[in-house]
């Protein structure tokens, strides 16, 4: 996969000289940052057995919530200090993950039956409190006050030195948590085991119930925090549409090699996938092929990654029995 | 030594008592086996025992040395291991009993030694995707012990082992048992029972109506006497049987026929009324065969016949033939086409369709409260019975079968044979795949030998004396062509075996 990454950009960098660029590789690297954010978490869900498909809405739901109530405006009347606005934005994040883990897990939803519900749910919560508006900090009347912006313009927009912006150290900070939470604690590796056999991990009494919520908080949160960032980033926010993130960050997430059966999923795959989806885009848009081709590109690119994949899985399992075989060649176990 | 003691357990699931005022005592020691009929409350105890499920009155305490433990740890190894697929025999070790939150998931200190002991540490870095399932078997005895527990039960745990793995288990399970735990050993194979344990329950009913071993010597016969409610309707298939001769003109004529993956090669043969076994060794070829009259799998050459005759199939794993969702009714019915299900075409007629199943669960046998409960609430053997009836049903010409008794209690082994038996009284053929010596004897006219991919002998049973003799014969088959693959091996010596297994006829 990374060869297959290489590649690409070999061949983008060929095409179009300005490929390899700074300037345009630091926007390839800042568009990475609410999918790659979204999909770390989206492959613990994915890692379990389950998904959550409301995960773009959620994205949305919370910058225009947290718009909406600190520039006043939308739906909701008042207007609130900003700390508070963004605590209101996460908190309907933080709902809307335990909402998807109550139906799922109380309840007995399929996730797929209760996040598709949820996902319209704050879809059109959003467009509620957003009244279709767009929010823009800087142009708002009353205009919030200085430091207010200052404080929200570093959260994802400020400049930090040779034309960074300081949301690709929250990339950078996620990408770190997730593969510690992923690869080196018990949590992980006990979401590994439940995705893997869940009578098993019932036998073994793992705290499933508790995982899996904790799974799917973590996973609105991502996507609320996602939502903030670029919200922070772009400098306004409007009515935005949850289907087109949703299916990149899925894409992401199986282009990584996770399985949806659960029990596989990595964070570094993951991120290639994110890399791979978000050169793509990055690429395609520079050659100018236009945004109905890139969509055709784009789909083929991902069938063909979850098809080699599934390829290589079987020579490695074929390699396994060989080497299996061979040791149990030495005797009866 | 450590000892369980149970007292009037009883359990009801709606209608239908589980248990009832059940009582034992089990000491550790040595292993103690646990048989009884399919629904005789087998699992249900099981389940109580390891705390899955709650007795609705009863309770159940350990003791050692006269104190009574307050906290004790009973582990089930499962007939299908709840093990991890996608981690490291190591790691399988380490869920659940992971040593520290942090850094890579570890199991305890003791887990290379209990690996060492169980044999296992040789593949303590392999997936157990890769690995056979006597090693996911080890691995759930290895959590067992690494859990410390005090009781271990089996459950049907060597049903999908060869026999080497399955002795290598009895030697394990002794050892359990000498190391002061309590070992608990449920199955349906009688000459298990008599090596394995030194006192066998017989569990019927939901309740204990047998503990044998403790004064008088454990034999088959003695259990299997216990096992049978009523062993003087023993039925004397034998007698009941149609005219052995093999003049009568056959069904189907193989010329020639190879499997198309190459499971067996050029065989000629034919099928008469009747019931004819196909006795071979897993690799012989001989399922693949049934598969292929059943019209199942590719072959290379000609069936004479095949177009004119009807055949239906039954495969061996109730995985493939039941289905879970229906109720037994549906079931029974769901083989049947348009003409029997529909009137007027093309509208279910579901007071038709429910006449129709009644009156099967009459005639195959099957002990459901009704048609309409859930086919999963069967025992194992009335599903059986329910899957051939579906099958019988279809009124073809010839009924392939494969394996039909796998898993299933001795009164039920008996009713399907009957079944089967009536079916061809008909002037119909069976086919029958199998691998238990003595119930090929019991219900065949005839024995298609398979060795290697080729049919090496046509035996007509009535010409063999005694089970022994065709146990002799079929080794001799075996012997003949040595060294066939590694599992394959394993598999030929369980026909020396299974001279001393369940008989169906118990004397």
């Not at chain 1, 056999?197 to 925090?225: D, M």
């Not at chain 2, 609430?377 to 392939?400: F, H, M």
């Amino acid at each position: 996969m990374a060869i297959g990454i290489c590649v690409i950009a070999l061949t983008f960098g060929i095409a179009h000289p300005q490929f390899f660029g700074l300037g345009n590789q630091l926007t390839l690297l800042r568009s990475m940052v609410s999918l790659g954010i979204i999909a770390f978490a989206q492959m613990l869900v994915i890692l379990v057995g389950e998904i959550d498909l409301s995960v773009g809405a959620v994205y949305g739901l919370t910058a225009v919530g947290t718009a909406a109530l600190w520039l006043g405006g939308g739906a909701i009347p008042v207007s609130a200090p900003l700390l508070v606005a963004l605590a209101f934005g996460l908190a309907l994040a933080a709902l809307a993950g335990l909402l998807n883990g109550f139906l799922v897990l109380r309840a007995g939803l399929p996730s797929f039956i209760a996040t598709l519900g949820l996902l319209n749910v704050t879809q059109g919560l959003q467009l509620l409190i957003g009244n279709a508006a767009t929010f823009t900090p800087d142009y708002n009347e009353p205009l919030p006050p200085e430091w207010e912006r200052t404080v929200f313009k570093l959260l994802g927009g400020q400049e930090i030195g040779a034309g960074i912006p300081s949301e690709i150290i929250w990339l950078l900070f996620a990408l770190i948590l997730f593969w510690f939470l992923r690869h080196r604690t018990i949590f992980g590796f006990r979401l590994v085991a439940m995705g893997g056999n869940p009578e098993a991990a019932k036998v073994a009494r793992l705290p499933l119930a508790k995982y899996k919520y904790l799974v799917f908080l973590l996973s609105s949160l991502s996507a609320g925090v996602a939502g903030i960032l670029d919200f922070s980033y772009v400098g306004s926010v409007g009515p935005s549409d949850a289907g087109s993130l949703l299916f990149s960050v899925i894409a992401a997430v199986v282009i990584g090699g996770a399985s949806l059966n659960g029990g596989r999923g990595t964070v570094l795959g993951t991120l290639l996938g994110v890399v791979l989806l978000s050169l793509l885009n990055n690429g395609l848009a520079l050659l100018g092929v236009g945004s109905f081709a890139q969509l055709l590109f784009i789909g083929i690119v991902t069938i063909v990654a979850v098809w080699i994949d599934i390829f290589s899985q079987r020579l490695i399992r074929r390699a396994g029995h060989r080497a299996a075989e061979g040791a149990e060649g030495r005797g009866p176990p | 030594m450590i000892v369980l003691t149970a007292s009037s357990l009883a359990k009801r699931y709606g209608a239908t008592r589980a248990l009832t005022d059940l009582s034992l005592r089990l000491q550790s020691g040595s292993v103690i086996g646990i048989a009884g009929p399919n629904g005789a409350g087998k699992s249900t105890l099981m389940r109580i025992l390891c705390g899955e499920e709650r007795a609705d009155s009863g309770e159940i305490t350990f003791t050692q040395a006269g104190s009574v433990l307050s906290d004790f740890n009973v582990a089930v190894v499962h007939q299908e291991p709840q093990v991890w697929p996608n981690l490291t025999v190591r790691q399988n070790l380490a869920v659940g009993y992971e040593t520290k939150s942090f850094g890579r998931a570890a199991a305890g200190a003791d887990a290379d030694a209990i690996m060492e002991m169980l044999d296992i540490a040789r593949f303590a870095d392999f997936e157990l995707a890769d690995l056979s399932l006597a090693v996911h078997q080890r691995v759930e005895i290895a959590r067992a012990m690494m859990h410390r527990a005090d009781a271990f039960l089996f459950d049907e745990p060597n049903s999908a082992l060869t026999d080497e793995e399955s002795r290598s288990l009895f030697a394990l399970m002794q050892q359990l048992a000498q190391d002061g735990k309590i070992v608990l050993l449920v199955t349906h194979r009688l000459n298990d029972l008599v090596n394995a344990c030194k006192r066998v329950l017989v569990l019927r009913d939901g309740r204990i109506v047998a503990d044998l071993g403790e004064n008088d010597p454990l034999t088959e016969a003695a259990i299997a006497a216990q096992l049978t409610s009523s062993p003087k309707q023993n039925l004397q298939l034998k007698q009941q049987g149609v005219d052995r001769s093999t003049t009568t003109k056959p069904m189907l004529r193989l010329v020639s026929c190879s499997d198309g993956a190459g499971a067996f090669r050029d065989i000629s043969m034919s099928i008469a009324p009747g019931i004819l076994v196909l006795a071979g060794v897993e690799g012989s070829g001989a399922r693949e065969l049934a598969r292929a009259i059943g019209g199942f799998a590719t072959t290379v050459g000609e069936i004479e016949g095949q177009r004119e005759r009807s055949v239906v199939y039954v495969a061996a794993s109730r995985r493939h033939t039941v289905f879970p969702n229906l109720s037994v009714g549906e079931n029974i019915v769901i083989r049947l086409g348009a003409s029997q299900l529909a009137s007027p075409s093309p509208w279910l007629n579901h007071a038709r369709i429910a006449r129709r199943a009644r009156a099967c669960l009459a005639k195959y046998g099957i002990k459901a409260g009704d048609i309409s409960d859930p086919v999963t609430s069967l025992s194992g053997g009335n599903q059986q019975k329910v899957v051939l009836g579906a099958a019988l049903e279809k009124n073809a010409d010839i009924l392939v079968v494969e394996e039909p008794t796998r898993g299933v209690d001795v009164a039920s082994k008996r009713d399907i044979y009957a079944l089967m038996r009536t079916f061809c009284q008909g002037g119909k053929a069976v086919v029958l795949f199998c691998t238990e010596v003595p119930e090929m004897f019991d219900v065949a006219d005839k024995i298609a030998v398979l060795s290697r991919g080729s049919l090496v002998d046509e035996i007509a049973v009535a010409d063999v004396p005694t089970v022994t003799d065709l146990v002799d014969l079929l080794a001799r088959y075996e012997a003949d062509n040595p060294g066939i693959v590694h599992r394959g091996e394993h598999r030929a010596s369980k026909f020396s075996h299974a001279g001393k297994s369940s008989h169906i006829s118990s004397p």
